[in-house]
């Protein structure tokens, strides 16, 4: 973008976060209103499906042969912050941490961009090039992708992980006595609805980018090693914290799967024990 200043004309420093009604995550459907509709669908019969849409599972299991499975996912939204470079980081961290999440380790992936006519391409190639940065991080090839135009500024993967099928963390399974481990400070949401209302503090955005933009792996790999040590008997439910917040996603641990015989419980949290960012 830019203005005329005494004749002049000068750069102007664009606020990504402007471009789009809703930032990130929040910008995601009602899940009651996509549930009502998913549930209308009929089902596919398919043994090699071992985690599929039927649950809110963070990404789908698909079994090749004996001791390999796929695990599928996708995910973009719009711009959470306002540096594309970071834009870009934090959309691929996001999309990355499904297959974390589920115990998978992250091996190709699909780039998904939708772009209005009217921005800089430049701005284009710093989201890309964040994205980039964090899959060649994760190890994982970006081998392709699909762009549209588009009103709202739009970026995020789709990511092919491998799994051993005997050891899928799922998001329900949660059983009386568990303990909840959290990885990450909470605060995200909150501050970045105030980047979008230009109410956040500095520090408050610094921190957020970085927690953001820090990839799952090193939580996943530690969780690996205790499912080891354990023989798989400790680790009971996995879950990513992400758009619906840290009590959307603690239902979905709650809630049980009565298909697979994993009865409800409750949770409790004591918020003093939490990290929060600053802000």
């Known amino acids: 973008m830019r203005k005329i200043w005494k004749g002049e004309v000068v750069a102007e420093r ?42 809110n599972d963070d990404a789908g299991v698909y079994l090749l042969e004996d001791g390999v ?29 499904d297959v974390y999440a589920m115990g998978g380790r992250p091996v190709s992936s699909l780039s998904l961009v939708g772009f209005p006519d009217r921005s800089d391409p430049d701005l284009l190639e710093q989201i890309i090039r964040g994205g980039l940065s964090k899959m060649t991080e994760a190890q994982c090839s970006v081998i392709g992708g699909h762009s549209i135009r588009n009103e709202d ?85 996995v879950t990513d914290v992400t758009g619906f917040g840290l009590l959307g996603h603690a239902r979905e641990m709650a809630l049980g799967d009565a298909a697979h015989g994993i009865a409800p419980v409750s949770l409790e949290f004591d918020h003093a024990a939490f990290e929060y960012l600053p802000g």
């Open 14 to 55: 664009l606020k990504l976060t402007a471009m789009a009604k809703a930032s990130g995550c929040a910008a995601k459907l009602n899940p009651a209103t996509l549930d009502a509709v998913l549930r209308k669908l009929p089902r596919q019969t398919d043994a090699n499906v071992l985690v599929g849409f039927d649950t």
């Open 69 to 97: 499975a796929l695990v599928q996912t996708v995910d973009f939204f719009t711009p959470i912050v306002d540096e594309p470079f970071n834009f870009g980081q934090i959309a691929a961290a996001n999309a990355l941490s």
């Open 153 to 237: 500024m739009l970026f995020g993967y789709a990511v092919t992980g491998v799994i051993n099928p005997q050891r899928v963390w799922r998001n329900v399974g949660a059983r009386r006595g568990d303990v909840l481990l959290f990885t990450k400070p909470l605060g995200t949401g909150v501050i970045t609805t105030a980047l979008k209302k230009d109410r956040a503090r500095e520090d408050s955005v610094a921190a957020a980018v970085e927690a953001m933009c820090t990839l799952n792996r090193g939580a996943a790999e530690a969780l690996q090693e205790l499912e080891e040590e354990s023989g798989g008997r400790l680790i009971h439910a």
